[in-house]
């Protein structure tokens, strides 16, 4: 790498933690998309109404 930073990934030296800081990380991106995304779309679907795109909002 140009500036020489490295990242070392080891399980013995720990290698836990890179999975530690990953789920602290996903599980709340997961949370925001489930409810900000998923279940207005999933809801909007068994209510049996069409999506609507207002590309204003977007």
Do not use: Q
């Not at 990380?25 to 209510?47: D, G």
């Amino acid at each position: 790498m140009r500036d020489g930073f490295i990242i070392i990934y080891d399980h013995s030296v720990g290698g836990d933690s890179y999975y530690s800081i990953g789920d602290a990380v996903c599980v709340p991106v997961i949370e925001w998309i489930t409810k900000y995304y998923l279940n207005p779309v999933v809801n909007e679907l068994i209510r049996g109404r069409s999506l609507r795109l207002d590309m204003k909002e977007a």
